[in-house]
């Protein structure tokens, strides 16, 4: 019996020194051993990823303002302070709020009525943009249609007018020519006469210029009859011009009654019927037409009884100069028989001084005459080149240039039409997205602000984070990321939706880090702005590969190898070819294969009792690795068994 006990004895003390190889291993000559840490070579997934940390904000926040459309702001603006954006209620219109219908923090849905203002002004100018955009419209249509045959005829009448103007002028120029030339002979042989009488009755005696002096005065009687006569055609001849224009002016007068009637008749006949109020202005423009035509016709009576008053005064005149020139004769006669008296000579040099008078007074009527004839006849030009320009402007449709403006006129009031309309829809605010209420700047019964008055912070969230400059290169907008919520654990998928060109040192010598956006696909249940999260986006991934923890790997500069216990628990060194590495784990190309039991690192040995360890998460030494990042963000490595 006591030798089983033994011999069971031995056996126990040839297994315990079994496992010592392995565990233990040999100890190389010295006189302590040494005990390795373990692991072994899986097939993995080795993956390495940029990581950060962040807060978690809305992705999208709306500036909403009576009047005018929403306003995008990004997340980074969206807080409870946004409120005091810059945006003005409605382009500066003044804007009454009606109701308030959320409160801050009130969960609202896309298209929820938030809050109501008076359309009273709104409404009115709405009314006033369309009536502009009626009178652009009428005016495009007129200069488009051309012009109309009364719109002609009224061009014509005009420049017939003019034209009887000139001859008219001309004819009263000429007949002041004729008048101005006799009566500068009859004056300047006048005073000849009047100097010659003198000098022959100094001469000859009181007879001789007694009967000059009659004689004299025979002339002057006759010439003054003449001048009369001369005076009485260029009366009658302006008489016949005053008809000639009296009657062309009755035929205008009556082509406007006309051409109102048939406008009335028009208007009147039209289908659809037109306004009352057009047929009216029609009526209206008859009764005008109708009573200025009545108006010249007792006009063209007056000046007919006036004309009439004219030729007998006329006659009358006549009848006086003939008789003046026939008692003249007479006293010649008589004279002649008689003798002169003693008087002759002074009477001989007063009718010198008259004549002489005469010719001065003369010469400055004839001065003012020509002015006042050249005068008229240059309006009376003037006046038929107007009639003409009116002309060519009424019978000549509208140039492209004035249709075109009439065209941008309309463009522009439907541009302020629309304009109108759209803020006149504004007075009611509605939410343009699922979110939070993140600010009320009104309420009921007072005017709205000129900043915004709500704002809607979008329920999608986003992730903001920065990275250090040595992982910026690494990253590309568009990169799938995960991302752990910390407060609550939980997890969420995203896209990297930002990254900022420019980064910013946080002091001197400080690292440099560059702000990147993460949109988020679904919102996590729980997750409010300004939690904090955790990012991770990974860069290079190398899926069913030989992979060991990277505290196996000795070496540098490509050439690499591991140290691989074997069965006899003897350590050898093996050269490999690595992949990818992380600071978790380095994929083995070739020279290990999968269940390849590796060294990680080695411990003091302990008295009590000793155990391998293939974990290498619980390593207490090894031979190096690979450190991570510095700062907000860093890189990582790891696998999947």
Known sequence: MRLKILAAVGLIVVGVAAIGIVVIGPSFGSGSAVQYITATANVTTVSQAVVATGSVQASIAYDLSFGVTPIIHSSSSSTSSSGAGSSSSGGGSSWLVKTVTVAVGATVTKGAILATAYTTDAAASVAVAAANLAVAEAKLKVDAAGPTAADRQSAYTSIQSAQQQIASAQQSEALNTKQNDLKTSQTQAALKTAQATLAADIVAGPPSATITADQNAVSQAQDALASLQLQIQASTDQSSATSQQNQLKQTQLQAAVNAAQAQLASDAA????????????????????????????????????????????????????????????????????????????????????????????????????????TSQLASAELGLTSAQAGYNSKIVPATISTIASDKAGVTTAEDALRLAKTTLGGATLTSPVDGIVDAVSI?????????????????????????????????KLGQPVSVTMTATGQTATGTLTEIEPSGSSSGSGGVVSFPILVGLDSTPAGTAAG??????VTIQEAANVIAVPATALIGGGGQYEVRVLDSSGAVQLVPVTVGLVTTSLVEIQSGLSAGDTVVVGTSSPRTSTASTTTNAGSLTGGFGGFGGGAGGGGRGGGGQP
């Open 270 to 373: 039209a289908s659809p019927a037109p306004p009352a109020s057009m047929l009216s202005a029609d009526q209206n423009a008859l009764n005008q037409a109708e009573q200025a035509l009545a108006s010249f016709q007792l006009q063209v009576q007056a000046g007919q009884t006036s004309a009439s008053d004219t030729a007998s005064q006329n006659q009358l005149k006549l009848t006086q100069a003939q008789t003046a020139l026939q008692s003249a004769q007479a006293k010649l006669a008589s004279d002649e028989a008689a003798g002169p008296n003693s008087s002759t000579i002074t009477a001989d040099q007063n009718a010198v001084n008259q004549a002489q008078q005469a010719l001065d007074s003369l010469t400055l009527t004839i001065q003012s005459s020509d002015m006042s004839s």
């Open 443 to 475: 309420v009921a019964g007072a005017q709205a602000p000129s900043a915004a008055a709500v704002v809607v912070a979008s329920s999608a969230m986003e992730v903001s984070a920065s990275v250090t400059e040595t992982d910026y290169p690494s990253l």
């Open 531 to 536: 939690m904090s999260a955790s990012i991770s």
